[in-house]
Structures are given as C-alpha cells and as structure tokens.
C-alpha cells in the first residue's frame, strides 16, 4: 500500500478575482494546487531549471500571481471555472517531462490537455458533462502540438 507524500503547496494568487455578488463570504482571490507523489522510494519530476531564474532573488516561489483567464482564450466557449493556461503550462512544465502522459479527471474546458499538447505530452482526460467535453474537444484539436516548446527555445514563451 503506498501513502501520499505532499511535495508543494502552490496559492495561485488572482490579482483580479471576480466580486462576491453574494456578499457572504470574502472574496475568493486565490486557489490551491496540490503537488504529490506516491510515498515511499517514489521519485517525482521537478524541472527546475525550466521554470525558475539562477538569481535568488526572482526565483519562483510557491505563490504564483496569474491574471484570470483572458478573453482570447474564452473563443471556443464558456466554463463558468476555467483556469488560465500560463497557470497549467507552468505546472505541466514544471512536474513532466516531454513526451509523458498527464491525467485530467475532470477536464471542464480543457485547458490540461491545451497546454498538454503544446508542450509536448500527452493527454487523457475525462468530464461528465457532454457541452463541456465538446468545448474541450474544440480547444485542443485547435492547439499545436510542441508549439509552446518552439517558443521557448526561440526565446519568445511567457510560461
């Protein structure tokens, strides 16, 4: 039996988080993402390298300030909680390596298997509701296998 190791927690920190309309709880201005691994002897991928500066003082550090989801990346259609794909390509980036497989159970709009794609891995994902796993379907058959990569070794990624 394997027990879970938690590596990192990452806040991903909106600096425009949408207004609580309801006005009973506080803003929600921030989300967790959880970094683990199979406990024991299990080894897991860390590119360093690939996602932080040699100057300590601008290395990354566990809570990552992201804009919301911009509206370009909205054109295929509408989840009501989609998630920014410089925030996914970062955390795809940083814990796979090319070529590797990344796992969404619950894809929503797609955006894992977007960034996926354009940095080289591959992608399985599943989602219960058939209007979003079309929307999913349209974003990724849109994006360009390796193009993220192509841009980052031109110089010219903000991942």
């Known amino acids: 039996m394997y027990s879970e190791r938690l590596t990192n927690q990452i806040t991903w920190a909106k600096p425009d ?3 609580n309309a309801l006005h ?8 967790t993402l959880l970094w683990a691994s199979k406990g024991g002897g299990s080894r897991h991928t ?5 996602i932080n500066s040699r100057n300590p ?17 909205k054109r295929h259609g509408y989840h009501p909680t989609q998630k920014p794909l410089r925030l996914v390509r970062r955390a795809i980036l940083a814990s796979s390596r090319e070529g590797d497989l990344v796992f969404d159970p619950f894809c929503g709009s797609g955006t894992t298997g977007v960034a996926s794609k354009e940095l080289g891995r591959f992608f399985v994902g599943a989602e219960n509701e058939g ?18 990569l192509q841009e980052m070794k031109e110089g010219r990624s903000g991942v």
Request: proline fraction near 10%; hydrophobic fraction near 35%; aromatic fraction near 10%.
């Open 57 to 73: 003082e601008t290395q990354l550090s566990s809570v990552w300030h992201i804009p919301s989801v911009p509206r370009s990346e």
């Open 17 to 19: 988080p949408p207004p």
């Open 24 to 31: 009973t709880a506080f803003t929600h201005a921030h989300e």
């Open 46 to 50: 860390f590119n360093y390298d690939l």
């Open 131 to 148: 209007e979003y796993a079309e929307l999913a379907e349209r974003r990724i058959r849109a994006a360009v296998r390796g193009g993220v």
